[in-house]
């Protein structure tokens, strides 16, 4: 038997991750709600918003008025995506806990996503990792296309390495591995957390598994028997990346809290009040969670 972590925390990256590919303009009161919703059933880390530009990803373009919306909870902590210091600028004012800087261990997604290329992408986020540590604000590395890409098709494990080298040495205390496409499969994802590992210890390092193929969860158990205990999901399965076409949402929070329960690990998620939170922004959307456990369990409640 594999031995698992006993607590697993999880970053609810609904708000950002989620919505940002909406079509639709999903209203900032709506997101506020969706925040409110997650802090009550237990989320202690929830990705708000990001502050890019508005031309490129028009669903963040509210970032302030969601940000001073929040109710905040003590305890817990809300992040935000600064691409450059300008972005990092703008979000110093709404007062986050933690910014996150997002590169890509793909040439042609870093050009895609954040127009530049690897090593341009880390000239830019240095200041802005200085600018945050300086103001005590915790900096967290995203690592896009760290199994596939979009253009390029299969990464090896030695860009992943060579990112996350990168990131390290410009001081991102915390690295998130994502498989961005959802093409991953256990053997590769762990091949990609073993190539991070190289340089950040196992307690800094997080999962951020898209379900287009339907791995996500596997993906995240492989991760678990690596000891890997921090993952990054989306309430509903929410989200896809505007840079990454066809790619669906995270896996949903609400699957993976069901599968932890059931493995005995500690989330500190209330099951029944995240299914409220899943089903709150399904309802704004006009669709079902794209959850197993949330469709499983609403069902129940149905009778
Ligand atoms: C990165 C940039 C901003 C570079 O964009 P750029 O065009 O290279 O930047 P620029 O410095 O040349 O500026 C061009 C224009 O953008 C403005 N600008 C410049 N910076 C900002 C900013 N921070 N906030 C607001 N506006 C900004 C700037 O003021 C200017 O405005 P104009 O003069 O044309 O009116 C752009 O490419 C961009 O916004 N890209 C969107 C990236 C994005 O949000 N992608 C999705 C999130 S990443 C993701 O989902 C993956 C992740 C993290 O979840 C992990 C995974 O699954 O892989």
Known sequence: MATYPRKVKIIDVGPRDGLQNEKSPVPAEIK?????????????????????????????????????????????????????????????????????????????????????????????????????????????????????????????????????????????????????????TPVKVQRAIEATLQHYGVDDISGHFHDTYGQALANTLASLEMGVWQFDTSVAGLGGCPYAKGATGNVATEDVVYMLQGMGIDTGIDLDKLIDAGAYISDFLGRKPNSRAATALLNKRAG
């Open 32 to 184: 506020i709600g969706l925040v409110h919703r997650l802090q009550q059933a237990g989320l202690t880390e929830i990705e708000v918003t990001s502050y890019v530009s508005p031309k490129w990803v028009p669903q963040m373009a509210d970032n302030h008025e969601v940000m001073a919306g929040i109710e905040r909870q003590p305890g817990v902590r809300y992040s935000v995506l600064t691409p450059n210091l300008k972005g990092f600028e703008t979000a110093v004012a709404d007062r986050p806990d933690e910014i996150v800087v997002f590169g890509s261990a793909s040439e042609a997604f870093s050009q895609k996503n954040i127009n530049c290329s690897i090593a341009e992408s880390i000239e830019r986020f240095a200041p802005v990792v200085e600018a945050a540590r300086a103001a005590g604000i915790h900096v967290r590395g995203a690592m896009s296309c760290t199994v596939g890409c979009p253009y390029e098709g299969e990464i090896a494990p030695d860009r992943v390495a060579y990112l996350a080298g990168l990131m390290k040495g410009i001081g991102v205390q915390h690295i998130g591995v994502a498989d961005t496409i959802g093409v991953g």
